[in-house]
């Protein structure tokens, strides 16, 4: 990204969606292109991790510098306590320039100071990041959609394995392959058909959460004993609560009160 310093500050930017802008690049041999993309949204989240992680780096020398103010210590000791502060919050590690010194009357100190061009690269760099393709007849607004395809079919198989708990099955008769592969495939229907009407009612592009949410909506077996010693058993759905309740008339289906108990027979050969 330092490589394209001058391409970051200069305009023009292409606006595909709000949000999000991309430019093209071209590389120095002209082979290949760059894509450089800068997103608010990304932007707004690194501008808070950097500001996390800044902060935890203060209050940790401070604390170090509190200690060495209380008693004598091996600067030795004081370099790898600062040095492991540092590489626990290394996405702002670069931010501090600091030095243990020694006291005249023995101990040590760390003294830090923040480093401005670290500040103004990050400032100028958060929320941007590169794509890198060998198509060099494209304009910017297909290449970063190409590019989108890509992580679409990614997450698929992310989903495939992850949401939906398909794994791999070696099977070994085609047929079986091939009724897999649907299983599979419906699946993954039903689960971009619930990402559309996630979509459609408002609630973003992540089925993930919605499916989260709601799976703590649970069904309980009542039973009841006559005095005849039958037994009636009702199948309820818990009462959601108010933010379930809220999802639930977003997306449009009712939840029932009750479910039908599949009846079943013990008297099969």
Known sequence: MRQFERELLQEPWTLLRHGLE???VASPDGSETFILC???????????????FERRIEEGLERIAAGCRKAKHNPRLIERRVGRLLASNSRAARLFRVEVRERPGGGCEPVWEKVAAWQEWATLSEGCYMLRSNITDWDASELWRAYMTLTEAEAAFRIQKDDLRIRPIWHQKAERVKAHILVCFLAYVLWKTLAQLVRAAGLGDEPRRVLD????????????????GTEIRRRCVTQPSKEQAALIDR????????LQIAETTSNVV
């Open 22 to 24: 991309v430019k093209l």
């Open 251 to 258: 997306l449009g289906p009712r939840v029932p009160r009750q």
């Open 38 to 52: 800068r997103s608010a949204d990304r932007r707004e989240k690194e501008k808070a991790m950097h500001a996390r």
């Open 213 to 228: 949410e709601l799976a703590a909506l649970r069904t309980v077996d009542v039973v009841m004993r006559t005095r005849a």
